[in-house]
């Protein structure tokens, strides 16, 4: 509450008309979240609640076949202030959230995962931060709930990203951030399929801050961000973001052809100036299969590149809406 008075202080208004657009949007991807959205809509409205401002809370569902929309579905009826994005089938959460960002509309918007790790409570002294000045406040988690080798982990995940695709990414980012106006049109500007959200909102810049929040564990369910989809995003957000791997591929192919050329070298001076011996197929064998090994590493990592090139190039929508609940059509 302290925070939501600071923010009120510094020229917050308490409510805004039905013509105006909401003083904060909260928006939040769900996926398989039917054990837990209900408790976050209650979690996040009741905080909303005590500080007066007009708002609205924006869910975008990625494609959930279990019983998820229909509960948003009964929140909708019982508070205008929840809206729904329905997407047609799972594009992923970097989609989901710019699906979020595109239909919100407040003049603040708040990004946040449903799963309660991130504490609603902290919501107001997100928005006191940004109205210091700041276009974006990201949060940094003091201490990531988990086990040891799910900590172990995160710190490998975001060390690699860091030291891999030179991004300015704090230790221990959390997903729970917030934005201003002028900050979310420049983000959706940017219009490529390959969207590693952490990487596009250091791209867009302006001025940035941080702050330190809990980090709870999961209220219910279970969490979709597991190892292969770490995997997943690291190499996303690495080729997306670096030319590192290209340019390993050229040292390390130089480097194999060095050493081929010496050891072909040393081969022949040896049999015509030292020892006359017979070479046998086991060394070649396992030159040869070396050699194909390399090459299709670095062929994989060449067509990982190519791949992303070709998604970008077809130009397909980022997401596919099935249905709007609560909300107007955007051109």
Not at 11 to 16: I, Y
Not at 108 to 114: G, N
């Amino acid at each position: 509450m302290a925070a939501a008075a600071a923010a009120q202080t510094a020229g917050v208004p308490a409510a805004a008309s039905a013509t105006e657009p909401p003083f904060l949007s909260v928006v939040a991807p769900v996926y398989f979240e039917q054990e837990v959205i209900g408790h976050f809509l209650a979690a996040v409205t009741a905080v909303l609640a005590r500080t007066g401002w007009s708002y609205e809370i924006v869910l975008v569902d990625d494609g959930s076949t279990d019983r998820t929309v229909a509960l948003i579905r009964e929140a909708i009826a019982a508070d205008s202030h929840i809206r729904l994005v329905e997407f047609s089938y799972n594009h992923g959460k970097a989609a989901a959230m710019t699906a979020g960002l595109t239909y919100a509309s407040g003049t603040r918007v708040l990004c946040m995962d449903p799963d309660l790790q991130d504490p609603p409570e902290c919501i107001p002294e997100f928005v006191a931060k940004l109205d210091e000045g700041y276009d974006v406040v990201l949060s940094v988690r003091e201490a990531k709930a988990g086990g040891p080798i799910d900590r172990l982990l995160s710190a490998i995940f975001w060390t690699s990203l860091r030291s891999l695709t030179r991004l300015d990414l704090p230790p221990g980012l959390g997903t729970m951030r917030i934005f201003n106006r002028h900050f979310v049109e420049q983000f959706l500007r940017y219009p490529e399929a390959n969207r590693f959200l952490e990487g596009l909102l250091v791209h867009v810049g302006m001025r940035r801050t941080q702050i330190v929040v809990p980090h709870r564990a999961r209220f219910a369910g279970q969490t979709k961000f597991n190892l292969r989809r770490r995997f997943a995003l690291a190499s996303s957000a690495i080729t997306d973001f670096s030319e590192i791997p290209l340019r390993l591929a050229t040292r390390v192919g130089l480097a194999v052809t060095a050493v081929g050329l010496f050891a072909m070298l040393a081969i022949v001076f040896v049999k015509l100036f030292i020892h006359d011996f017979q070479l046998g197929w086991p060394s070649l064998f396992c030159l040869l299969i070396t050699g194909f090994g390399v090459n299709l590493l670095f062929l994989g990592i060449i067509g990982t590149y190519v791949g992303k090139i070709y998604r970008e190039v077809k130009g397909r929508p980022l997401f596919s809406i099935r249905g709007l609940h609560n909300l107007e059509p955007r051109p």
